[in-house]
């Protein structure tokens, strides 16, 4: 193939759109878990979590709604075909972001007796939009069939993905809190993990045994050579990040931001190699990126300003995140 | 009901509760902006107080305007996959450099806004504010630029039955784009102007005479006296691009059966689509062909015209005749309290009385506007290039009929919460007068006379 406009730019969207998707899943992940985790914290535990989280959330959201948009503004005719057949799991996505964004404001501001069931709110919302976000990858993956057995595997990843974020929580609490909170986050982090490994695991098996085509870009010879370092990098992550987690937190808050880059790279790895089983189909073995992808001349105008704002929110993001940087305390309106 | 009509209710029910609250934050952002630069220029803590009351607000608003923005960006795909397939080259771009430009605009930088006061400088703060205030009007301009493209399209040209763009400019800067905009932000500012002083209102009925009490009363009061006048006038000429551009949108406001001169101004009437003629009229001789076209022998475009081809007559004509009524209401409101403001240095009882309730009118004028302007474009999506029933996705009706009944029930409750928690917040806000402490504020108004009344 040529590489001129038609042939790249959907490529490029496609790019764009899947780094706007692992952000959206390292950056709201976090703040997704420490929802989750909500079930089993206590009251002041509480405020300070959601202190940790509090300057952050409406941003890392804003990750999803560039993703999804990508994916409507980029690849339209996909964009209606995931969409229609994922109607229930994306509307109980949608309801639990809603929830749980709204208990997040309500439950400050409510008079004091009511806290409690904002409080529940923010966890059950927390809890569902990431059960239906690993149900969604679930179905993804496995070419979104619909049977008992996809709805299944759909189970399972939802569990596991649900796992995976409230890891991501308990390694944000590592970094951003101290004290008995931080060895709290250390226990939860050690369960979640195990689950996280579980998922990611038959989410790799599931995908190249779904698909012929996948099974044959992963196991001839030579790919296999040199994708064979990516299974096992992530494994020696995994087993460093659970033999890490026996020792925090350290002296001197050593390594407390650790927990978190690790599983961030352990996502990105993971969706990297969901992006190599999927090439060049963005809906699974039916449509590829140039089959669905708008016409070249609108593609070019977005991607005019894309090149130029996505830089500038990137730096930006950097910029709030050092600004509530440090220790998480008490979150006040001033 | 078949899917068609359950989408559209969903689509309808997810639009009105979204657009209720980007309302309050375009406006709100630059009332907040304004309060934090009086407080710069000044040194008064109080305008810091109505700015902390005000800011509580904003990121209330903001959230479920964030969560309803992302409903909405879902609703594309789910229910209307027929849209983007047929003009998403035109669309897609326009809804792209409105989460670019916009909403991580105002995401990112909301949270140095609300929590990072006593974080970073005092002029990095002040930045945040504009930068967020300016985020919030670019949504507003990109998705208007869309809705005004739907409305009137212009800069592109068919082949194979999907829209490409000719020329992006024309396609931006389509002939209805310029007023919706305007009519829309200054919507907003009324919206909030109205919002401040009704809240404000309610804390001085409760006995609260603080300063910020009465800072924010009064930029709300003159704010909403000063913006009314404007969109009375921007109104009109938005009427009148939209006569010129949608004439059965403008014949269905007007609820006028035939295309005729001398056509009066209907005030009351109940239209009746089987029979295509109106019961029980109440009108003004030649009012609007006076209106419409500036003499009362002037012909104005029937529905005679567009049958099988215009929106249905009630709900456009009584959309309008609610926001026009809700208009003037507020006209006759703001101008006599800022009468009294300015002259009396009072709030007399009984304006308080009927600021309170007002708290909320612009949502009623905003909703019954839109509603006005989107039925009125029926039965097309976009006009004379996509009908509304060609885009409907294939989800079975059971299904959207369930979420539909999901959404309407999260949506009323959560409204009930909202207007609940506001309440409060004034309420409390009003007990405690300006005596809670603020750290990191400087409280050192310069010499100034004091104002009499307050």
């Known amino acids: 193939m040529t590489l001129d406009w038609p042939v790249l730019l959907p490529l490029i969207f496609a790019g764009l759109m899947g780094l706007s998707i692992l952000i959206y899943v390292v950056l709201d992940g976090f703040d ?78 409510v008079p004091v007796h009511r806290k409690h069931r904002w409080n529940f709110l923010f966890f059950a919302g927390s809890l569902t939009a990431s059960l239906s976000q690993g149900y969604m990858l679930g179905v993804y993956v496995l070419g979104l069939d619909d049977g008992l057995a996809v709805f299944g595997f759909g189970a399972l990843v939802a569990l596991c993905l649900a796992a995976s974020y409230a890891a991501m929580g308990a390694a944000w609490l590592i970094y951003k809190t101290e004290g008995e909170l931080q060895r709290k986050a250390v226990r939860f982090l050690r369960g979640a993990l195990l689950f996280t490994a579980l998922g990611m695991v038959a989410v790799s098996l599931a995908t190249p045994f779904a698909s012929p085509r996948i099974f044959e870009k992963w196991f001839t010879w ?5 994708l064979t370092p990516l299974p096992i990098i992530t494994g020696g992550a995994f087993l460093w990040l659970w033999h890490l987690s026996f020792h925090l937190p350290l002296k001197g808050d050593r390594h407390s931001i650790t927990p ?67 220790k998480a305390t008490e979150l006040t309106y001033d | 009901m078949d899917a068609l009509i359950l989408s559209r ?141 739907m409305q009137t399209p212009a800069g592109f040209e068919m082949r194979d039955g999907v829209a490409y763009a000719t020329d992006w400019w024309a396609i931006v800067f389509n002939p209805s784009f310029p007023y919706r905009l305007a009519h829309m932000l200054i919507a907003s500012g009324l919206t909030v102007a109205f919002l401040i002083a009704g809240l404000s209102a309610l804390r001085y009925l409760k006995g ?32 009148l691009n939209t006569l010129e551009h949608q004439p059965q949108k403008v014949a269905a406001m007007e609820a ?32 609007a062909s006076l209106i419409l076209k500036h003499s009362i022998d002037g012909v104005v475009p029937g529905l005679n015209d567009y049958v099988g081809n215009h929106p249905p007559v009630a709900p456009v004509f009584w959309g309008f005749r609610i926001m026009v009524g809700v208009g003037l209401a507020m006209l006759a409101l703001s101008w006599a ?63 959207v009929g369930f979420t539909l009944t999901v959404y309407v029930a999260l949506y009323v409750t959560l409204m009930i919460v909202y207007l609940g928690v506001l309440t409060h917040l004034a309420l409390k806000a009003a007990k ?12 050192e108004p310069l010499a100034q006379p004091a104002q009499a009344g307050e």
Request: net charge neutral.
């Open chain 2, 208 to 239: 609260d005479r603080s300063d910020s009490m009465w800072k924010a009363l009064r930029t709300g009061v003159f704010l909403g006296a000063g913006l009314i006048p404007v969109q009375i006038f921007v109104g009109d000429m938005h009427g």
């Open chain 1, 222 to 226: 030579p790919e296999i050579a040199w």
């Open chain 2, 9 to 149: 209710l969903q689509f309808a029910a997810n639009i009105s509760f979204h657009i209720l609250f980007p309302t309050i934050t375009i406006a709100l952002g630059w009332v907040l902006l304004f309060f934090k630069l009086r407080y710069n220029a000044t040194g008064d803590g109080a305008w810091m107080r109505a700015y902390f009351f005000w800011v509580k607000v904003f990121a209330l608003s903001f959230a479920l305007g964030v969560v309803s923005g992302v409903t909405m960006s879902f609703q594309f795909g789910t229910n209307w996959p027929g849209f983007m397939e047929t003009v998403g080259n035109i669309a897609g771009p326009l809804l792209a450099y409105e989460v670019l430009t916009a909403f991580f605009l105002e995401a990112v930088f909301l949270g140095i806004m609300l929590f990072g006061f006593r974080r970073v400088s005092n002029r990095v703060h002040t930045l945040a504010t504009v930068l967020v205030a300016f985020g919030t009007t670019m949504s507003a301009f990109w998705i208007l630029a869309l809705n005004s493209w």
């Open chain 1, 32 to 109: 997704l878990g420490i929802g989750i985790l909500f079930a089993m914290a206590d009251d002041d535990e509480r405020d300070t979590m959601v202190a940790a989280i509090g300057p952050f959330w409406d941003a890392n959201e804003t990750w999803l709604v560039l993703a999804v948009g990508l994916l409507l503004v980029a690849f339209p005719v996909a964009h209606g075909i995931i969409l229609t057949a994922l109607y229930l799991p994306v509307f109980v996505l949608l309801v639990g972001l809603i929830l749980r964004g709204v208990a997040f404001d309500f439950r400050a501001k």
């Open chain 2, 256 to 287: 006028n059966w035939v295309t005729r001169p001398n056509v009066p101004l209907v005030l009351f009437a109940w239209p009746d689509e089987e029979a295509r003629e109106n019961r029980f009229e109440i009108a003004i001789p030649n009012g």
């Open chain 2, 432 to 443: 405690d007068g300006d005596q809670t402490p603020m750290p990191g504020v400087r409280n």
């Open chain 1, 260 to 326: 978190f880059l690790t599983l961030a790279a352990i996502f990105t790895l993971g969706f990297a190699g969901l992006a190599y089983s999927f090439y060049p189909y963005v809906v699974p073995d039916r449509l590829t990126i140039w089959e669905a992808a708008s016409a070249t001349e609108s593609l070019g105008i977005i991607l005019v300003g894309t090149a130029f704002v996505l830089p500038v929110i990137i730096g930006y993001s950097f910029y709030a995140y050092r600004i509530f940087g440090g």
């Open chain 2, 337 to 399: 309290t800022g009468f009294f403001l300015l002259r009396r240095g009072t709030l007399p009882r009984p304006l308080a009385y009927a600021y309170a309730p007002m708290a909320f009118s612009g949502w009623v004028a905003t909703l019954a506007g839109w509603y006005t302007t989107e039925i009125g474009r029926q039965p097309w999506l976009v006009t004379g290039v996509l009908r509304t029933e060609q885009a409907v996705g294939p989800v079975p009706a059971g299904q």
